[in-house]
């Protein structure tokens, strides 16, 4: 306003040319002043991208509104400071615990590039130092192939040796997604002793079953052998003839160690077949065609004994990949069994069948009834070979099973109430 004044109501050419000076240099310091403002505010948000909180700004000296501005920028960055402070101790406390739980610890995405390796895994597989998992196929192949092969639940037993000792690494494996980018957590523990002394418990039990099943037979046996010879050895010394009754006596014990011989024939017999099961030949079956099956061959049982029997498939198209014979063998044994439980139940007898997905997308199987149940004591020995609660059986039926989920890559458990019943689970 005031230089309109002055070139239009006071025609002076220096004053004119003053005044328009004066204009531009407050045009320019505007200018500058907007673009400083601009500067700091672009260079604070640079600091935030890439967490370079190094920089303070002065909150003296300068205008008040810079000043207040200012102001803030420091208490925003001393904010960020501190909680990029709190997230590298958390990082480093973390770290710390990765590197030193005993139980080894490796991340890796999909092209087998390693993230994470703590102290404990390259104690395990004998590295010092590893980028790519692939690098450890010169000293396991199969520990590689089960860490590409596993999904999330999934489990897997890998042995091999170094430095002469053998080693069985036990392996579980759990798929994330971090940031859009997909990669595996596995942990690796070595269960060389645990498994020792479990082979060792087997040992002993096994052995505790056999002496205890052939003490059995070979007692009676020899002391009907016994009384035998001693009838056989008076009368040739004595020169006497044997009497009918006598030998009729003599007949009725040799009778009786047939009997015996026979089942304690039999016993081992069961005991050599509880170590040859085959190899399964894995193939997709749908569930609800191998139960199927299964129904038709124990319909006639079922309703012999007046046995109702629910059949839940979820989702209907349900399939897992099995040898379909050793799994028949596994499902008549369970369902066999759990019919055999409901014997003492006089009005209600009742079997649930349920095949699912569970929370690890695993196929499972779970068989229920409502008969007795197991007690505890029984329960922790139902898988030992040659263990039974009923009176007529073997023993080895759900030893056999056992071993048949193993070699699907599978588990079988059992839980039990008493006087509620009884479920077997079976997970592929």
Same mark, same amino acid.
């Given at each position: 306003m005031l230089l309109a004044y002055v070139v239009f109501k006071v025609p002076n050419g220096v004053n004119t040319f003053f005044l328009t000076l004066v204009f531009i240099l407050q045009v320019y310091l505007l200018i500058r002043a907007l673009d400083k403002t601009n500067k700091e505010i672009a260079g604070f948000l640079s600091s935030i991208k890439y967490d370079d909180f190094s920089h303070t700004y002065p909150t003296t000296g300068n205008s008040p509104s810079m000043d207040a501005l200012y102001a803030e920028f420091n208490s925003v960055i001393k904010k960020f400071r501190e909680i990029r402070a709190d997230k590298e101790a958390n990082y480093h406390y973390f770290r710390t615990i990765?590197?030193? /739980?005993?139980?080894?610890?490796?991340?890796?995405?999909? *092209?087998?590039?390693?993230?994470?390796?703590?102290? +404990?895994?390259? %104690? $395990?597989?004998? /590295?010092?130092?590893i980028n790519n998992v692939f690098e450890l *196929?010169?000293?396991?192949?199969?520990?590689?192939? +089960?860490?590409? %092969? $596993?999904?999330?639940?999934?489990?897997?037993?890998?042995?091999?040796?170094?430095?002469?000792?053998?080693?069985?690494?036990?392996?579980?494996?759990?798929? $994330?997604?971090?940031?859009g980018e997909e990669f595996k957590l596995v942990s690796v523990q070595n269960i060389q002793s645990e498994l020792e002394e479990k082979e060792m418990d087997a040992w002993q039990n096994l052995i505790r079953v056999l002496t205890h099943e052939i003490m059995n037979s070979v007692t009676p046996l020899s002391s009907l052998a016994a009384t035998?010879?001693?009838?056989?050895?008076?009368?040739?010394?004595?020169?006497?003839?044997?009497?009918?009754?006598?030998l009729e006596d003599i007949y009725l014990a040799v009778q009786t160690i047939k009997r015996r011989s026979e089942g304690l024939i039999r016993f081992v017999s069961d005991f050599r077949n509880l170590t040859k099961i085959p190899q399964p030949k894995i193939a997709e079956e749908h569930v609800s065609k191998v139960m199927e099956h299964i129904l038709v061959l124990l319909k006639h049982e079922l309703g012999k004994k007046n046995v109702k029997l629910s059949l839940d498939i979820n989702p209907k198209d349900l399939k897992f990949n099995i040898d379909k014979e050793l799994l028949d063998q596994v499902l008549i044994n369970l369902l066999q069994n759990a019919i055999h439980a409901l014997d003492e139940n006089e009005d209600d007898k009742h079997i649930i069948i349920r095949a699912f997905k569970n929370e690890y997308d695993r196929t499972t199987l779970a068989i229920r009834d409502n008969g007795s149940g197991i007690d505890e004591e029984a329960l922790s020995k139902i898988f030992i070979p040659f263990f039974t609660t009923k009176k007529q059986g073997s023993g080895i039926g759900l030893s056999i099973s056992k071993q048949i989920m193993r070699k699907h890559g599978g588990a079988i458990s059992v839980k039990s109430v008493m006087n509620e019943g009884t479920e077997f689970t079976l997970r592929f």
């Open positions: 990765v590197q030193h /739980v005993g139980i080894g610890l490796v991340t890796f995405n999909k *092209s087998g590039d390693i993230q994470i390796i703590n102290s +404990s895994a390259k %104690k $395990l597989l004998g /590295v010092d130092s *196929s010169k000293i396991s192949p199969k520990f590689v192939e +089960s860490l590409i %092969k $596993l999904k999330t639940g999934g489990s897997d037993l890998v042995e091999f040796t170094r430095e002469g000792t053998r080693t069985q690494l036990s392996i579980y494996v759990i798929e $994330l997604v971090l940031r035998v010879e001693t009838n056989l050895v008076d009368n040739i010394e004595d020169d006497v003839p044997i009497e009918r009754e006598e």
